[in-house]
């Protein structure tokens, strides 16, 4: 990102989030055009410090939650009202993996839309496979048993899309983006199996 | 409202789930997906030499919609030609002008189904 | 079908300059607390009421509504008509209530009141009924605190739906009261919790009130109390435990019903036995339907209640699997609700999610508590920030009647989320957009929370159109639905306010009558003040003089002797409020020098009578 920000009321450069500025305190207005990245002042990249994001995410809320403005001006407290709905929306698009791999490509000028219907015979195949097998499974031990496979899968599609944007690999991108939603969905539908038969 | 009732009949009691031999030459499969659900779809026809599907059937895992609409689909194309379940569209009549949407990537999911199973199909002539 | 009301807009808290303390109030179902907790350093919550828990009971008696203990007074010793536990029935429909307990009260559905219900003869609402305690509470407050306090934050169940929350908003401003925010049980508990322990992790709140269950999973860091998922149940309470020792005493009785006093007799026992020795435990109750004797050990009521703990853990899986791997790291379970004192309960739940389980302080006492922290931090006092969730998902219809959830359940607040949809038909040129509250996948099963039509969708093959619709949730629980046709732009928007069946033509009615009443109320408690003023200072100087008469001339004497005398008459005659505290204060006034010298007397006489031993 080579656009840089400053604080509006002391002018210092904005060097991490785009909320507050920490050397004066003073809230920022909201620039639309912003990725989630810069907003919360973190790299655009793939890989993401999972830990910090929460911290980040906490101490924001703090700044701009509707319950904590009493002692603000009435100019900052129309900030802090698209704040604190843009605080949570970026904190989302960052921890999900496919809203983050969605906001990586729009940088790049690619839209990945999720709804587009696919024809990946591979891909397809596979899941309605899996599919299939967790809805012949009966015994408490043997999904135990898929929910740590597919966790174990996810993982790995993770770890392939990582490297997909490590490489700058982006042609690679919408289908492992596609595969890991199916392979979220078989570890999430495999889990409610589970709670519903020990329920 | 009929389509309504149709909808919540065929998400509780799915028709024509199974699967046909896709080795048979008169068997085409479709096997379409829409990511933002995790929706995966397989529909396939067995058509005879008349050109009119005899049996079809569907595995679909997803969303009931897609549950719903590919069962929906599946009944509504037997007995008819493969030309006519080409031209597949919508005829269901609306009781009301403002009807309650659609889901993105629900819509048209059966439909693409049906392509690519008669695609999959001519590709074997 | 009920349709979209008004907006009714969040109370914007008025900023800096000086405001009126803001009160915490647990509307609770078995009974009801308000607090308050000062702002600064040290200084401790306080109880508005005396004692603090106030039985959420309503009677109607000489021709009047009584409230609290006064109600079960009313009801124990003179069989007055009355209702308890009636927060179950806030936002509720006639068909979602048990037959015994539409035809105990004569339930009826009204066409602008919603559930209505007849205590003693008496038309009311549950909503009514709510605003009676609540009254209760704020005059309780105001004594206290000062006559214009009149903001406060309600507690209500995590699990709560829409109708239930606006019914008890309804409840307050029909009180007097403004209600800043409501604020869900669990949430207050661990407030109160984590306020005065100053305990950090991921702690679980399991509350079980007298109608009610919810459980919530917090994380409690750096002064942020974060909701990170909830659930619950809306009829599943501490009742229900009492319910199954009335069915158990009725059958070994061989009675033929469950009396309201067969009920308390239950409860009775029901606490009795909630201590640790397991002992059998003799018993003997006098009710109106005859001597009740016995012996009732532990054992036998475990297997009675133990249906109840089963589902409420089961309820507590469904919070387990939304929290997915943070599951492993709960560090504790906080007890709340009076309904977590049964021993078993206590085990039981300790065995289900393996780690500690305690109350925190008086488990009826907790969640008051939370709401005067709360009520503190909005006032801008505070230092903490809750950041709360929604507790069920909300959607919208798709076509075929199936449900799209568009905002999940255990999402933060506020939230704002859009998806895109598309037509049905071709040429389609209208959209129905109603709006859901729900885990089910079938709208019938969901509840309803309003609608309305985007049009002017340009005519296009089915499936083209793109319409992108955009709930927005604010931190009060205010939903917003905007659906906008993308290649027009046009859009249409609504704000939610659900109906249980209360028209706001009806409510804003109730309200102003209230008001009304309220100024009479006034005025009558303001007299009934200055007659106890005028007896206890009339007895007082009676008192003085059958002493002291000989301290004074004879012109003082027969001046404080005729003003006395008229005192007297004006207490005899209920002489109007002004005119008694006129008289009070001539009386007083005579009587200010006859006060000084009984003191003289009083110091003169103690040094004369010797040396005291220190």
Redo the contacts between chains.
Sequence with gaps: MSKTYNCVSCKAPLEENLVICRVCQALQPIYSEVSPFRYFGFDPQFDLDELKLEREY?DL??VV????Q??RSAEECEYAKSH??KV??AYETLKDPIKRAQALMHLKGIELN????????E???Q??ER??SLSNLSSKAAIKAFIDESEVAEAIVMQELSQAFRESNFDAVPER??AL??A??LYR?A??KL?HL?? | MAYHNRVIDHYENPRNVGSLDDKDKHVGTGLVGAPACGDVMRLQIKVNDEGVIEDAKFKTFGCGSAIASSSLATEWIKGKSVNEAKAIKNTEIADYLALPPVKMHCSMLAEDAIQAAIKDLEAKK | MTFLQIQDPSAKLPPQEKRSPVIGIDLGTTHSLCTYVPGGEGEAPQFLTTPALVPSVVAYHEEKFLVGEEALEAIQTHGAPGIGSFKRLMGRGLHELPDFLIQRYKMKTSSDKGLTLEVGGQETTPIELSALILKHLLKAAQDKLGEDVCEAVITVPAYFDEAARVATKDAARLAGLKPIRLLSEPTAAALAFGLETKEEGRYGVYDLGGGTFDISVLNLHGGVFRVEATAGHVALGGDDFDQAVADYLRDKHALVEITPALLTAARSLKEALSDKDRSPLPYAFDLPEGKLEGECAIEELLPLWAPLVDRSLSICDQVLFDLEGRAADIKGIILAGGGTRIPYLQERVAAHFNCPVFHHGNPDQLIALGAGFQAQGLSGEGDHLLLDVTPLSLGLETMGGLADKIIWRNSSLPTSKTQTFTTFQDGQQAMLIHVIQGEREKVEHCRSLGKFELSGIPPLPAGRAKVEVTFALDVDGLLTVTAQELTTGTSQEIQIKPSYGMTPEKIEEMILDSLENGQKDMEERLTAQAMMEAKTLASEVENALSQDKALLSQEELSKIEGALKALQQMIQNKALREDLSQQIKVLGALTEAFAEKRVSQAVKTHLSSGPKIQ
């Design positions: 906490l809320q703090v939650h509707p319950d904590k009493a002692k604190a709905i949570t929306q999720l709804e587009t219907h696919i024809q990946d015979p891909l397809l195949q899941t309605l599919q299939e983006v596609a939603r199916y979220q969905k539908d889990r409610m709670m020990t329920s």
